[in-house]
């Protein structure tokens, strides 16, 4: 095997991994965007539940060891 072709095997084999790699990133990506969504999602609708509460009926007594 000459030079060149050992050289371009290398640099086939190091763009193979380098495809999985950026292939595996991008699946990462999208999952964590998906996450993100859901987080956003619930943390839309539970600040809408604590809007909807009703608040505290004026400053909360000691606790009973007190």
């Known amino acids: 095997m000459s030079d060149l072709e050992r050289r371009l095997a290398d640099l086939e084999a190091r763009f193979s991994f ?35 509460a009703p608040g505290p009926e004026g400053p909360e007594p000691p606790p009973p060891h007190y």
């Open 18 to 52: 380098l495809d999985d790699a950026l292939a595996e990133t991008d699946r990462t990506l999208a999952e964590q965007g998906a996450l993100l969504e859901a987080l956003r999602a619930a943390l839309l609708e539970l600040r809408e539940t604590a809007h909807q």
